[in-house]
């Protein structure tokens, strides 16, 4: 094991004890590979299969804080609207939930196997009132999508999964258009982490369609032939500025926050 690999494992025991009220429950199941549920210091309960790529959103949504909560949801209207697109288990969903009480989400979920996570996870918090949860790809059409599904929730299933990493499945999918009827025209917060769909999801919708979103969070991919500079510009030419980039390790990958200048009142 690499000095790298030990260091992050140290840090996840260490963030299973701080960020968690379960700690011995989350390593013992961790190391037998059995489903892990993790019971948050805001209230929350997230189950989660026991493997890699399904519970390490969990840490870097609840320990890292890799989308700067507290920041992303300041000045938003008490009563806003998000849409997380690429919802996983249901780690930003139920959290935006936890933080805001007056907020409503639409949760987009391609993964028919992730999916039931996720719904499961929202039942377990008792926010079917608050909580869509769509069981389908956001593309650039609508329609079919070919995705890699691994079936055990990985974060990685979608367009941009490893080679072998999974099975090749035909879901459902809908536009940003589609998205912003199902929340009847009105949407404040948008958060993406649709494993290299964001190109297709953003570049191919009606400029129109942003007017009422505030906040964009989005983890942007390495994808062939795009590069983040165009999803910069567009949401600038509607209105949603450039505040933070943070470029990971990986040439083309990283996370990128925009916001509106003059958000309205609440």
Not at 141 to 151: K, S
Request: charged share 20%; glycine share 8%.
């Amino acid at each position: 094991m690499t000095s790298r690999a030990i260091a992050y494992t140290a840090r996840r025991i260490r963030q299973s004890y701080t960020h968690f009220d379960n700690g011995s429950h989350l390593l013992w199941n961790t190391l037998r590979r059995r489903e892990l549920t993790f019971h948050t210091k805001s209230g929350l309960t997230i189950h989660t299969p026991g493997v890699d790529g399904a519970r390490f959103p969990v840490y870097e949504l609840h320990a890292d804080d890799v989308y700067r909560m507290g920041e992303l949801l300041q000045g938003l209207r008490r009563n806003f609207v998000a849409v997380d697109i690429g919802a996983h288990i249901g780690s930003f969903t139920t959290a935006v939930c936890a933080a805001a009480p007056g907020a409503t989400v639409h949760a987009y979920e391609a993964s028919p196997s992730t999916a039931t996570w996720l719904e499961r996870n929202v039942a377990a918090n008792h926010l079917q009132e608050r909580v869509s949860v769509h069981r389908c790809a956001v593309s650039d059409h609508h329609g079919d999508l070919e995705i890699v599904d691994n079936g055990q929730a990985s974060a990685h299933n979608g367009l941009t999964a490893p080679a072998g990493s999974g099975s090749v499945v035909s879901v459902p999918c809908v536009t940003f258009g589609d998205i912003l009827a199902a929340a009847d025209g009105v949407v404040d917060l948008v958060k993406s982490d649709a494993e290299g769909a964001e190109y297709g999801i953003i570049l191919a919708s009606d400029p129109a369609h942003w007017s009422t979103v505030q906040r964009v969070v989005m983890e942007y991919h390495p994808v062939a032939g795009h590069t983040v500079e165009e999803l910069i510009r567009f949401l600038a030419d509607v209105g949603l500025d450039l505040v933070r980039r943070e470029p990971a390790d990986r040439p083309g990958l990283g996370n990128a926050w925009f916001s509106r200048a003059s958000p309205p009142s609440s």
